[in-house]
């Protein structure tokens, strides 16, 4: 699969989810070439005191989307088409990055 069509493919399957306008998709240029930035923006769940700053549930609400994002890619197959690469302790990543934001 081909990197455009696969960020294309990305967006669409988390926009079942978190609705269209609430995902940015990007695909990384020059010797980035192929890792994908992925960006999606969620309402807060829970009662925070800290609007512009991170709390602790804030933490584990972002933690929790992640590992749900992570989830729908790999269920969708798309995971399997991310890059890998190995750091210096020798454990797998993929090559994207993953925010959530929380509004
Ligand atoms: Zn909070």
């Known amino acids: 699969m081909e990197v455009a069509e696969r960020?294309?493919?990305i967006k669409k399957v988390l926009s079942r989810v978190y609705s269209?306008?609430?995902?940015?998709?990007?695909?990384g240029r020059g010797t980035s070439y192929g890792w994908v930035y992925v960006r999606v923006f969620v309402k807060k769940?829970?009662?925070?005191?800290?609007p512009n700053n991170y709390c602790?549930?804030?933490e584990a609400e972002k933690q929790s989307h992640k590992n749900k994002i992570m989830k729908i890619l790999?269920?969708?197959h798309l995971l399997e088409e991310i890059g890998v690469y190995y750091d210096d302790f020798n454990v797998k990543h993929r090559e994207i990055l993953l925010s959530v934001e929380l509004l």
């Not at 269209?20 to 695909?27: A, E, L, S």
């Not at 769940?45 to 800290?50: A, G, L, M």
């Open 7 to 9: 960020n294309r493919k």
């Open 20 to 27: 269209n306008k609430n995902i940015r998709v990007k695909g």
């Open 45 to 50: 769940q829970h009662r925070c005191d800290r």
């Open 56 to 58: 602790k549930e804030c």
């Open 74 to 76: 790999s269920n969708e």
